[in-house]
């Protein structure tokens, strides 16, 4: 069985669908990699009964119970008396985590509200986590035998404490003896039919292995999640399926884990010493803005020329008219003319053109929403490619995005000079 | 009490920490639309006994149970089952989704795998909800007075059921007697710990009106709700609340609901029918994304020079080399520049030019990671803001971005020439 874990996540915006609730997800990614499962995620409303029997209910049923939310200085915020009487146990006044919170106050320069001071009560028994960004301490209580850590609601908050804090004190408390280890494998160009055909009997493989596949609109992502006791196992069996998956969806996938596709790009560029510069109509500047999300870029990326009217694309691709005209903005001619031009006015190696209509308005029976010419212009090479992209604005935008990435890691990839 | 509802959503994957469960959030935020309060969020694994206890305590507990996931056609997907049992009815099997499902694989040119066909079975007195994107069918189940609601996970396929089947079956069904409506007001350039202290009464209000305030890195959302039988007194509240929080926010509110900074100025531009140029550098291309999300902005949007490296703001904004060296490439001097500039170059009513550094590298004592130069250039006038932004490489690009769009708002309303 192992180790279990309830996550209970308290607050009225959450019933009422105003915040997305990350922090049950969070709690969960983190609580598996230390090798304990989640068994369940409840979201409460603020309402003392409610509170105070969800939290005997979980400590019942799990060895862990993470509360998020409900620690803040206003008289709503209920948990720290929820968990007293839950438990049966006195709210103590703490010291050092008063201290704490009026110097949280004082550096800001400002003044403590009164009210701050109830965050300061800490139920007997327990350790308290002090704030690094807010003011609402973190609590870790020990009940007999099992755990209950209560945490600020705040996202931020919430994560460093839970990284700093309660990872370190969960792993030495349990000692969990199983191991669940993900690996992500990230895929691009193919739809997500293909992959699932591809990978059919591998995506049902089941026992101490777990197979997930999620698509995204510009990406797929094939998570492979093994539980065992024995490391070493459970890297050679993700290792195994790994290799099984690579051989099958060979260049389509671009990378793993946590990487994006412009890291790797990024990396790519860096590693063949190349430079990069930019032309782009329909993304509108999302590909650059993707390109310099990446800390160092500054060492390959030189300058985009976010051309969207026709009068830029003239003026500063020095594209003709005459171009334009016969072939229009939208077309193989112009995107491939956008490459060459902007890698020889800004003198990089390579040169991207995007040209292609976003939607909703624009679109043609000839020249339909979606579709979108990408261009990519090296020295010795220059090449153009079609896509016709379905979706909504956005999605387009994403989608030509990550096509233009990915052409240009598959060029990078093999002998491009 | 009014109406009230459970959300169950179920799949390892969630409870692994693999995936942001959305759909619990997206089915909470309609279902309060039309006066349906949720009680309780609950997200459990692919466990039978769970699932089936699950749904017998949730409609002991709620009105109203909506489930999601586990409707896939593959054996680890055992909600279906595990609702027969719940309510002790047989699964028959019903034509009509048969059909729908085969046409499904038909009108894709695939061929149906035979497991599709046990989607086909449906909880006896069920309604089945035909899905248009996906093969899974969703479930509207009457039992005993109350309505269990089954709908597939994966997001786009809930959210269309959602809207199209569900809200309308269960308003017709409960008549629900309570209005909840929200309002959410927009505001930017005025840290959270202000907001609290300009709104403290306010954010205080409670009854039948709750208050939250939501941070963001770029901006604070306030939100209204109240709930009453009266559709009259509901507007009113709001009303009378919203005028008072305009009173003391005064211009640091940017917008109301849905809307976005990017729409507003997009809207204030083609009102003043003015045009627009950008030229971005540490921001790389993200404030023109953001501008060109918008809907029909290439009425105003012209175009944008991402000029990353130093020689590229040389070469393509005219910005003097010896500037560059004297005052270094951020500094107000080279925005200016670079908002005049790409103005003048463009042909564009208004240019905005934005230099400074988005770390994690190239801060300097003197000039700090965070430091960002923003300038507005029109025809009689030109301004410059120096801000110091706080946070990693993406939130400070957010960030900028957000001063960038706030300045040229704030000079739209008032009476730019």
């Known amino acids: 069985?192992?180790?279990?874990?309830?996550?209970?996540?308290?607050?009225?915006?959450?019933?009422?669908?105003?915040?997305?609730?990350?922090?049950?997800?969070?709690?969960?990614?983190?609580?598996?990699?230390?090798?304990?499962?989640?068994?369940?995620?409840?979201?409460?409303?603020?309402?003392?009964d409610t509170i105070i029997s969800s939290i005997r209910n979980s400590l019942r049923a799990a060895d862990i119970v993470i509360l998020s939310g409900g620690l803040g200085p206003t008289v709503d915020d209920i948990t720290l008396d929820c968990i007293g009487k839950s438990l049966e146990r006195k709210l103590l006044y703490n010291n050092k985590v008063a201290e704490h919170i009026k110097k949280h106050f004082k550096k800001r320069g400002l003044v403590m509200p009164r009210n701050n001071l109830r965050q300061a009560l800490v139920p007997k028994g327990a350790i308290p986590i002090l704030n690094n960004i807010g003011s609402a301490p973190g609590l870790l209580i020990p009940v007999h035998g099992k755990i209950l850590v209560a945490l600020p609601g705040v996202p931020f908050e919430l994560y460093e404490m839970f990284k700093k804090n309660v990872l370190p004190y969960l792993k030495k408390r349990f000692h969990p003896d199983k191991i669940i280890k993900s690996r992500v494998i990230k895929i691009t160009g193919l739809p997500e039919s293909k992959v699932n055909e591809k990978l059919e009997d591998i995506?049902?493989?089941?026992?101490?292995?777990?197979?997930?596949?999620?698509?995204?609109?510009?990406?797929?992502?094939?998570?492979?999640?093994?539980t065992d006791k024995n490391k070493n196992k459970v890297n050679a069996i993700?290792?195994?399926?790994?290799?099984?998956?690579?051989?099958?969806?060979?260049?389509?996938?671009?990378?793993?884990?946590?990487?994006?596709?412009?890291?790797?790009?990024?990396?790519?560029?860096?590693?063949?010493?190349?430079?990069?510069?930019?032309?782009?109509?329909?993304?509108?500047?999302?590909?650059?803005?993707?390109i310099t999300g990446v800390s160092g870029s500054s060492n390959y990326f030189q300058m985009a020329a976010i051309t969207y009217s026709n009068a830029s694309k003239n003026k500063f691709l020095a594209i003709p008219v005459e171009i334009i005209n016969k072939h229009g903005a939208v077309s193989g001619q112009v995107a491939?003319?956008?490459?060459?031009?902007?890698?020889?006015?800004?003198?990089?190696?390579?040169?991207?053109?995007?040209?292609?209509?976003?939607?909703?308005?624009?679109?043609?029976?000839?020249?339909?929403?979606?579709?979108?010419?990408?261009?990519?212009?090296?020295?010795?090479?220059?090449?153009c490619r079609k896509f016709l992209f379905l979706g909504q604005r956005d999605i387009i935008k994403r989608k030509a995005s990550q096509a233009a990435l990915n052409l240009l890691r598959k060029e990078l990839c093999s002998a491009l000079s």
Chains 1, 2 share one sequence.
């Open 1 to 48: 069985m192992g180790i279990s874990a309830h996550v209970i996540c308290i607050g009225n915006e959450i019933m009422l669908g105003h915040i997305n609730n990350t922090n049950a997800q969070y709690a969960s990614k983190n609580l598996a990699s230390i090798g304990i499962r989640t068994s369940e995620h409840l979201s409460i409303q603020d309402d003392p």
């Open 203 to 226: 995506l049902k493989l089941s026992g101490n292995v777990e197979m997930g596949i999620y698509p995204h609109p510009e990406e797929i992502t094939v998570k492979i999640t093994v």
């Open 238 to 290: 993700i290792k195994k399926i790994e290799k099984k998956i690579r051989l099958r969806l060979k260049d389509y996938i671009f990378g793993y884990d946590d990487e994006s596709l412009e890291e790797v790009v990024g990396r790519l560029l860096t590693k063949k010493k190349k430079t990069l510069s930019v032309a782009e109509s329909c993304t509108g500047g999302l590909l650059s803005d993707r």
């Open 336 to 383: 491939s003319l956008m490459a060459k031009n902007i890698r020889l006015l800004a003198k990089t190696d390579i040169g991207i053109g995007i040209s292609g209509i976003a939607g909703p308005r624009g679109g043609t029976k000839k020249k339909p929403i979606g579709l979108v010419y990408i261009s990519m212009s090296a020295k010795k090479k220059t090449i």
